[in-house]
């Protein structure tokens, strides 16, 4: 099975944790991309740009 950055990145988030270890993003830069996701798949629903919300 291949696996997806954004599923990879949920895993390497959970070793983390339970490793005692940093995670690769901060929780601002996993809010930011979050923001941006969100915001594309809002565009595609309503077939206009829309801008991040931060």
Known sequence: MRGSS???SGQHFIDAL???TQ????GEQGRE??????AAQ???ALGVP???RR
């Open 6 to 8: 954004f599923v990879k």
């Open 18 to 20: 339970m490793n005692g």
């Open 23 to 26: 995670p690769l993003l901060t």
């Open 33 to 38: 991309v979050l923001a941006f996701t969100l």
């Open 42 to 44: 809002e565009a595609a």
């Open 50 to 52: 829309v801008q991040p």
